[in-house]
């Protein structure tokens, strides 16, 4: 799959198995930055036989994405004599993409990449869009960029050895991409839903490129999210708030998929949607939520103050993407704090 951007087109290879990652050890000047865990899991598979001044090794948390953690990978790839000639080569999910794709964007005035999304998450959404986030303070995704990698690849045997909260996190955004699209997405998750939770290999590959598809059609459009791209940002406002209050705890994929209910509830109260879709959404997305990481109660105004932070919002009022009628995407900039609040009761005791 190609994808165009304005800087460059980058490719989306989806591989059947390891061997790609021989062909990547073979760059030369480059630096191999790695999540820990992965590290740890793929050690004598993957990683054994690269020299360790080419890797770098990142605790892959909401609190090293920041500037600093960019600054220590920089140095470190000053050393290396090529200088504007290096390549990174970053392993991991979205922490991972957001710190490298930072330093790939600013070191040199730019750098190639290559990016390979360890996560569900990661392959089915974030690695395309050319976004680099760092969270600032108290403010997640404060400071950023856009610059595509160069190459990706995707494999999902990488899938296998994730937690359950993270490949349930990563279908949080695959059930949103496929309600975004229809009812017929909505039918074709209620069919394969069962084949998604046991991981069948096929039955991911299928979903994991049909998301980027998707994706692709509003990231080429409206590259600088100033337009259409806004309507990726679908459940994300209540997502992003649910992530703050509960200190990264809930994983954003199973954030998008709690604010996707919060999102369609509104849109019901309003008239926006009917009944039978909104109940049918929330019947596959209570399959793909644990329980047990949410709190016992959400404190409803600190959720609404995370909202007031998004950096989508353009005033005093509250905004948000909802659906309406024949599953359409609109903006809204009225969301009274009430509604919000009703809605997010509402949710808290469907999923207790």
Not at 321 to 348: P, T, W
Request: glycine share 6%; charged share 25%; hydrophobic share 40%.
């Amino acid at each position: 799959m190609i994808i165009k951007s304005s800087t460059k087109e980058y490719i989306v290879n989806i591989e059947k198995d390891f061997k790609f990652v021989e062909m990547l050890k073979k760059k030369e000047n480059a630096l191999f930055v790695i999540d820990r865990n992965l590290y740890n899991l793929y050690y004598r598979i993957l990683f054994q036989d690269i020299q360790k001044e080419k890797i770098y090794i990142i605790e892959a948390i909401e609190t090293n994405k920041t500037i600093e953690s960019a600054l220590s990978i920089c140095e470190v790839m000053t050393k290396i004599p090529a200088k504007r000639n290096v390549h990174l080569l970053s392993f991991g999910g979205g922490i991972v993409q957001d710190i490298t794709g930072f330093v790939a964007n600013i070191l040199y005035r730019g750098i190639s990449w290559t990016f390979v999304p360890t996560t569900l998450l990661a392959s089915c959404d974030s690695c395309i869009g050319g976004k680099t986030s760092l969270n600032y303070k108290q403010y997640k995704n404060l400071l950023g960029t856009f610059y595509p990698p160069d190459q990706i690849y995707i494999c999902s045997q990488f899938f296998n050895t994730l937690s359950d909260y993270d490949f349930k996190s990563g279908l949080g955004e695959i059930v949103k991409f496929n309600i975004m699209y229809g009812e017929q997405g909505i039918t074709k998750i209620e069919n394969n839903i069962e084949q998604l939770l046991a991981r069948n290999k096929e039955t991911l590959d299928e979903f994991v490129e049909k998301s980027l598809i998707f994706k692709k059609g509003f990231i080429e459009e409206d590259e600088f999210d100033k337009g259409i791209r806004i309507h990726l940002n679908f459940a994300h406002t209540f997502g992003h708030a649910f992530e703050a209050v509960s200190n990264y705890m809930i994983p954003h994929g199973t954030a998008v998929a709690i604010g996707t209910l919060v999102a369609n509830r509104i849109s019901f109260e309003r008239g926006l949607l009917k009944e039978d879709i909104v109940t049918r959404i929330e019947t596959i997305i209570k399959k793909i939520i644990n329980v047990d990481l949410l709190q016992t109660s959400f404190n409803l105004d600190k959720i609404v103050d995370a909202m007031r932070k998004d950096k989508k919002q353009i005033n005093d009022n509250l905004t948000a993407v909802l659906l309406y009628g024949n599953m359409q995407l609109k903006v809204y900039h009225d969301l009274e704090k009430k509604e919000i609040k009703q809605a997010i009761s509402f949710v808290s005791n469907i999923l207790k």
